[in-house]
């Protein structure tokens, strides 16, 4: 049973502080299962407030200042001093919801909250401070409350996070860069969130930002003189009204890393409740890029999605001229010569795409969206377009930030869901407007990225969310450059994505026949057998667990929908043998699994192996996976 407590007192069960009014010097929040506190204090000689955080008693960040660089009208970068912290409210949650979609049919949100005023010598507020423990974590924001017509104007962010120079961590520099394992000590430009860091002890922490939707974005680098100590950049000023309340800071811990990735779902709890009273027109699936830009190649992907069972095609650049032409207009179908010779009936294709129940996606550039919005919206939910995927939106600032979130709210009223490529990385905005289906801001396939870069991905990046991976099965680079085609299959498990490209560089049969071809793939989809892993694959899921791994050396995760469930192992550089327990199944039911590994001596194009085993959850599967190699596994009930 769902349950929410608020509790106002002068002491409760799990906040060690004095009562609500009285001004203290340190106070300890800590989180319902009492694995982590969260210690606020003032230091007397500096006027500042620090805090820091430990995990099961031992302490994972170590005292790391508050506060900000505020830009005031009369003083250009206002000091300030803080002599008190008055504790003002306390609350207790715990509680379950639904998503529309998700890794899991039910989240649970469980924490302690309690909200702080910093106020100076004089009593005059400062700042606030919300903090919530939860049994994943902590979390903190900063509020603001000023006079009715004051604006709020913060030069420079100081949140500090004091990590042990020994520990390590894997860092990007940008949301698609090569993510790198390096000393924190070594981090000398600011790098992406979240931040995966490992500790001497083999503690994982993960440290990031959610609920970003008007403020600048948080990147982490180190502090200068203070080896270890990251400290929060912003890729711009924020300036706001009267009210502000910053994104969360949020610090997970786990003795495993798989355990971070099982519980992202933090991120989603600390942002706002769904505000769509309809979601009956949100639809999860999978999706193959239609990549000629004709109508002949339209057709032929909305057969082929319905042969093998996907919700959606997609047309990227092009349809309406040169995406990076000032002057092209996604209000008209204007194929660009460059990608294509036509003829596309665009609208000809979406009406036989409905006839079908399949839905069509369309890609729009940002130069596009940033001057036509407002028509473009309307105009491509009139066509019966089911989705937009918004490209190369500028992210970082402030602007930039609040204009993205606002266009997927705009999209929102014409029934419309989205996609945003490139740079943008998720806060867990989905939950409040699960028409925001996925994004990029991961090194997908589009970079041929080998297994150890995207196991890389997986313990760090998905931490984030959803993440569209650009997924292709028969190009070249599947196995050229980036691993095997039972990787590719494997992949579509491990990483998550409501909406799931299955085939961005490949063209099924009937399409229109290219010297180039799509991503340097010249030939046709091949109807082999283990299609079938992809046609029955789900893309939302009622439960998910990760069984084991390690960044950049290997992965297992098992994933439930019904009674199915569907396994992905991917591997790195060194072969291993795995053992996988199958007692996550139902107790007295049986199951068929259908195993999907790398075989070199297979005749089929692809090597991949089919095999049939009957199983329970008293059994073990055991394999040897090859390096570069992967495994995929469906378990139906019988």
């Known amino acids: 049973m769902n349950k929410i407590l608020i509790v106002k007192l002068c002491f409760f069960a799990v906040f060690f502080s004095a009562c609500s009014g009285q001004k203290n010097k340190t106070i300890v929040v800590k989180s319902p299962n009492l694995d982590f506190e969260f210690v606020i204090k003032i230091d007397d000689s500096l006027s500042l407030p620090f805090y820091s955080v430990s995990y099961k008693k031992k ?14 009208s009369n003083l250009k970068y206002k000091p300030y001093q803080i002599a008190n912290i008055n504790q003002i409210e306390n609350a ?10 998700g890794e899991k049919n039910e989240y649970p949100e469980i924490y302690n909250e309690s909200l702080f005023r910093f106020s100076d010598n004089e009593d005059q507020d400062v700042f606030n401070l919300r903090v919530r423990a939860y049994n994943e974590g902590v979390a903190f924001r900063y509020e603001f409350t000023k006079s009715a017509g004051d604006t709020i104007n913060i030069h420079e962010e100081n949140t500090e996070f ?73 890729s711009s000023e924020v300036s706001s009204g009267p009210l502000l309340k910053t994104p969360w800071r949020f610090v997970m811990a786990a003795k495993e890393p798989g355990k971070l990735l099982e519980h992202n779902y933090l991120l989603l709890n600390l ?9 009956s027109w949100i639809k999860p699936g999978k999706i193959i890029r239609e990549t000629t830009l004709t109508t002949q190649g339209g057709m032929a992907c909305v057969d082929f999605a319905e042969k093998h069972n996907l919700q959606f095609i997609e047309f990227d650049a092009g349809w309406y001229g040169n995406e990076y032409d000032d002057a092209s207009d996604a209000t ?50 009139s066509w019966g377009v089911s989705g937009i995927k918004y490209g190369f939106v500028n992210v970082g600032s402030q602007q930039w930030t609040s204009w993205l979130h606002d266009a997927v709210r705009k ?51 998905m931490i984030a969310g959803a993440g569209d991976q650009t997924n292709c099965y ?56 283990e299609l079938a892993f992809y046609d029955a694959l789900p893309t939302v899921w009622d439960n998910t667990k990760v069984i084991d791994g390690y960044p950049g050396e290997y992965a297992i995760i098992a994933r439930r ?9 991917l591997n790195g550089n060194t072969s291993r043998d795995i053992k996988l327990s199958l007692d996550f199944l139902e107790e007295g039911k049986n199951y068929e699994a259908t195993i999907y590994s790398d075989d070199e001596n297979m005749k089929s194009i692809t090597k991949v192996r089919i095999e049939k085993r009957r199983v329970s959850l008293k059994d073990d599967l055991v394999f040897n996976i090859k390096n570069k190699n992967g495994l995929a596994i469906h378990i139906k009930a019988l």
């Open 271 to 279: 942002n706002e409740p769904n505000k769509l009273s309809d979601t």
């Open 332 to 381: 008209t179908i204007t194929v660009d010569p460059k990608r294509s010779k036509g003829p596309l009936d665009l609208l000809g294709v979406i009406k036989y795409a409905k006839s079908k129940n399949i839905g069509v996606i369309l890609y729009v550039n940002r130069r596009s969206l940033e001057k036509q919005l407002n028509e473009v919206l309307p105009l491509l939910s």
């Open 162 to 234: 004091s990590l042990p120079p020994n520990a390590t961590a894997w860092t990007a520099l940008e949301a698609q860069k090569e993510i790198l394992k390096r000393p924190v000590s070594s981090i000398k430009k600011a790098v992406e969130r979240p931040l995966l860091v490992e500790l001497q002890d083999s503690t994982f922490l993960a440290i990031g930002e959610a609920a970003l939707v008007d403020y600048a974005r948080m990147k982490f680098v180190n502090k200068e003189g203070h080896s270890g100590t990251l400290v929060s950049e912003l």
């Open 92 to 101: 207790s949650v715990d509680t379950t919801w639904k998503p529309v979609y």
């Open 474 to 529: 028969f190009a070249p680079r599947v196995t050229e450059t980036m691993g095997s085609h039972a990787s590719q299959l494997a992949k579509a498990v491990c990483i998550y994505s409501p909406w799931q490209f299955l085939y961005w560089y490949d063209r099924p049969e009937g399409s229109v026949a290219s010297e180039e071809g799509a991503g340097g793939n010249k030939e046709f989809i091949k109807e082999v057998p």
């Open 561 to 569: 929908s019904g009674d199915d469930w569907f396994v992905g192992a």
């Open 411 to 461: 999209a929102a009223d014409y029934k419309l869901m989205i996609d945003v490529h490139d740079e943008y990385r998720p806060t867990g905005y989905s939950r409040t407007y699960p028409n925001f289906m996925t994004q990029e801001g991961i090194r997908g396939d589009e970079e041929s990225p080998e297994n150890s870069m995207v196991l890389n991905t997986i313990f760090t990046r």
């Open 59 to 72: 302490g994972i960040v170590g005292d790391s200042k508050l506060g900000f660089v505020l830009n005031t």
